[in-house]
């Protein structure tokens, strides 16, 4: 655990931002600003193993008489076992990814990170491999950790992300009545579903929450994509996240994800349809707070905040994911009127599987309506939008470019020709109404979110 203070350009002539107030409004002017303080807050690290060596022994003997049962089954309709699908693509499941995200969610890039993967040496306590020939695994481990990302507890608590059938199967094992808000590691059990597939696979989904499993039934059928439960912390947890087992029919472990380095000693090929990058580095979230948020295993607070006064601290901060060694990401904020107020920077020295900088600054006088902070990171780019003062009604017109986003307190009347590219993003937020008149045009491929919601609204 380690807190990394940012180094700022003018290292020489400031030192460590962090430690004083680099500039003042009085002192620059109309120049840009930059942060009186600026750092990665320390995280919460892992806290070892999310299933203990006699838990893991219990669900193997439990999948081992499912798969008994089944076989029997087979064998009494005259049916044959299906051809284990271990070598080749045309005899197993292809997974799609067993996660997914609430359009609620605002303005997210990303909502996870991976943590661990399956331990190929699942009995040698003294070395770890994953199938990249790295160690994010732990001794035994036999899935892929999925942790939700930032804020896991806030994330948890509003059920914004929910466990998916990775393939369409037969649900053969269901359990929700543990408890769900497990922070340390020592507790047995956790909620689960499991799923048989046409080829005898089994996937397993853990940690999901209390009486948030699906309503359906052992032996019940379900089609990829489909809710099998949301995300949570039950049993040996200590945060939010899910832990995704495939097995195929002679109990084997299976680690679907594959590269040809000969480190993968569970597959010969990937299993996903379109699988992740074993390092997926990305913005997953940008965010405006009015103090410093805390995040810990057990409690956290966010201090989300999207409408500001002048005069007020803002605080910007970047949630990152799996990012390299000396990442750099940089981002300006945009005044209503277009003007830049501020440029600058975020430093990631070592890499990590998660970073979370903050930046504050003081709001200057005037300048009320909508803001703009766009990110740069890794070739792409990341918004997020806020107020200060917070505007009656909103008109916008004409030709506009690039990301905009345009929030009121009670109405908003768009005739804006959104002249932007796919992906870009456009919010409209007020909250009584939103019209879109005559003129208004937003092209193929632009993701536009309208939300009836006031200035005050912080998800």
Partial sequence: MKIVLVIAFAVIANGLYGQKPVTTLAEKGNELQQPFISKLLEL????????????????????????????????????????????????????????????????????????????????????????????????????????????WWRMMDKMYVTAVAAAPGVIIEKVDTIYDRQCVIGNPGSNRVWIRHFDGTTTRYHHLKKNGVTSKEVNDTVVTGEFLGYIASSGNSTNPHLHFA?????????????????????????????????????????MTHSAPPTLEHCTEIVNAKNNFNPGDPLYVGIAFSENQNNDLATYIIVKPDGNTFASWFVSMPFQDIRNYSVDGYTLPAGNNGTWKIEVTYRGSKYYHFFTVGCPANLAPGGTQSGSNGYIAANTISSTVNHSISAGDKVLYQAQDHIVFKPGFRAPAGVILKTRLAGCGYAE
């Fill in 44 to 151: 919460p690290a892992d806290k070892g193993e999310c299933m203990t060596p006699a838990e893991k022994a219990y669900y193997d003997q439990r999948a081992r008489e499912l798969n008994e049962k089944w076989r029997q089954q087979l064998a009494a309709e005259g049916k044959p076992v299906p051809d284990t699908g271990r070598a080749g693509r045309a005899n197993h499941i292809i997974l799609e990814w067993p996660m997914k995200v609430s359009g609620d969610y605002d303005m997210q890039y990303k909502y996870f990170y991976k943590g661990n993967f399956v331990d190929q040496y699942q009995d040698d306590t003294a070395v770890h491999l994953d199938y990249n020939c790295w160690s994010r695994t732990y001794n035994g481990h036999d899935a892929s950790d999925i942790s939700l990302w930032p804020f």
């Fill in 246 to 286: 495939v097995y195929d029919w002679l109990d084997r472990m299976i680690e679907p994800f594959f590269i040809n380095n000969n480190c993968n000693f569970y597959a010969t090929e990937t299993w996903w349809n379109n699988q992740e990058p074993y390092w997926d580095s990305k913005v997953n979230r940008v």
